[in-house]
């Protein structure tokens, strides 16, 4: 974790950036259900999960989703601000003991209703150890021009 | 937390449901970096946080909406589907000590592209303890339609 | 989680509510040894544990009670008060992976030696996945009369 | 934490022991409603508490039961066995920063219905840092008898 | 845990504590990953671990050392400071499931730099299952003198 | 947190890094006394704090060397292999909102005892917001040559 400066300028359509792989535990997903107070039988329960198609505990969706960023939380650009998330799908589920690993690609640069500030849109991808997307989403960020008081 | 079965006709648009407050503590800014690895100055160097324009450490956005999402997971409904979600914004900074209530809002019913399933917007908004919008989000659902096989 | 008035005129004898299950994990016990400062190796040592009769870690007594009566935590009745517990027993032990619910039955109303006040027992049953009672108690609650000052 | 075998017969009435304190923390409030599900107001939302007569956050019933009992583990007693707990009282709130302590003392000996086994009342008492019973409660042990098989 | 106290000239050359065991748990890696923020792949992969020598997630160095530690840490000496560590080496890989044991012994006294003070050297080792040593370092405390102002 | 290979002969003695800060906060030291069972009244008891020279609760020692260790935690050279630490110290006392950060020095190199492994020094300083010295100690890697089979 570190700062690196970039600008709106600085960012390449393409660029993309890959993380190493994390495990999910039951750890994570009894944790999950403590912070957030989801205790749905779907995180928490094995004995109805038995009884659903997808047999067995699966991770929240909040749960993959803030990992799967965290996981992407390397560097701090001083000039550039998180405006929101767009496009949030859930693909598949993701099971206790899955390795998920993510990539993210700058795939949008656009003026913002702001002179001073560009738009980004990151476009996050969460696989798990079999390489099948189980999340994606697009990050929109509003980041600093050069030179722009 | 319960079952309550509703199918896709039972959503009345405009309904709404509100949930009770929860207040934001350093417990879960220190547990949510330590659940994401996202160890950020933001939410955690007080020292780095005076020396910024919002002066105090800041709750990480997939905490906010993670907490936020939880608060309205009360009653499960076993013919819907989360889908994922739109347009997630983070419109003010939540700090240590603000406390938190959630407004989920029906505010779109249409078809989706299987014609047993249709597609329910449920809008999410997040207010402190001064009534301030602090992140909004749109949740979105599938759901069985009745008599469909 | 609501708040949902109950004067004690309302409790009927008899009246009975059961929770959704939740599996008790290995997290949960290493939890809540954390939490309490109860390391004793009934919970938190496996080769020892492989020498007792009982062959497997079991949960805390304390942890079996806690989830238990936090799993019956869904509705507050601000007219109602919680004096605390009687006849608390642990029947059969709950091992890591046992998935328990709970039952609460409204077995007793009589006066409190407040005139405002009546005491209700509530009793409380949990059960594992195989249908035995794995720990009973009596929650009393001292309840607010209607029309009474 | 050690082995200490102690036959009935061992067990003196009046004999007492006393723990060290330990400050209950916001920490340990928002860990225990994760562990237990139990996000009520009274515990996790400081502007509802404002407006109650205890005025600020309070420590779940089966927080300070479980700490209190966690603070007594420090003795094993292989010939002894829990049976449960009798008159579980909370007589005052416990708040954040109290700093609470345990005394236990062995007030009862009697015969249970099998032979080789006699049953134990050990009085738990729970102190505030102002010398306040904050919370009292009856462990009740079987514990072997010496020379019977 | 209590207060016990050992002056300069109490401590006995060869004197040893054993502890009781403690299974090192998954849990106990995630949640060590999260306070510290070491999420490397040793630790949370389980598909990375597969492609190295040690097949298997490894606890942290310093996951085992602060639980070999605590688990030392049963009496107080109020005449005696912790100086700090030497000689800390990691022997043998602990993994998940693995269950330690630490023996401590005192094997040097000698002068400080101060006349009031002397300093002992405690050897701790901390042992797996299977016997083997895992972990080794010297615990060097300051203790007061008798008679010393 | 990514992977870069560096051999022995890459390793530059005074080069050195600095990590970003980090506040020690209270669910800081609840969570590792309840990780490592270390509840000592030092860092859990307020009351018996304000009675002792340093007046407040303090970090164990093993919290401060592991979050410390954890912030440097950055780079992984599959090339290094770490052996342990030495003269690790503690030389003021960690605070609860003390905020931390880490210089880390190559300060030695020299053979080992394997011809195709040589032996780094890495100086570890911890200071708090004061740019005093809290803790200091060595990290002692053994890294593969190049061109050494």
């Known amino acids: ?19 190493l ?9 009894v944790m999950h259900a403590g912070q957030t107070g989801d205790f749905f039988p779907h995180h928490m329960d094995t004995e109805w999960c038995k009884t659903q198609p997808f047999k067995k505990r699966i991770a929240h969706g909040t749960l993959t989703f803030s990992i799967a960023i965290g996981m992407t939380a390397t560097e ?12 949030l799908r859930f693909i598949k589920p993701v099971f206790i003991g899955d390795t998920i690993r993510v990539i993210v690609t700058i ?3 656009k003026e913002s ?5 560009g738009q980004i849109n990151e476009h996050v991808e969460v696989f798990n150890q079999n390489d099948d997307i189980v999340m994606v989403c697009d990050h929109i960020l509003l980041v600093n021009k050069k030179n722009h008081s």
Chains 1, 2, 3, 4, 5, 6 share one sequence.
């Open 1 to 19: 974790m570190n700062f690196k400066t970039q600008f709106f300028e600085d960012y390449q359509i393409g660029h993309h950036r890959e993380t």
């Open 21 to 29: 792989g994390r495990t999910i535990t039951e750890t994570d997903i």
């Open 76 to 87: 701090i650009n001083p000039e550039a601000f998180s405006k929101g998330y767009d496009r």
């Open 107 to 109: 795939n949008e640069k």
């Open 113 to 117: 209703n702001k002179p001073h500030l």
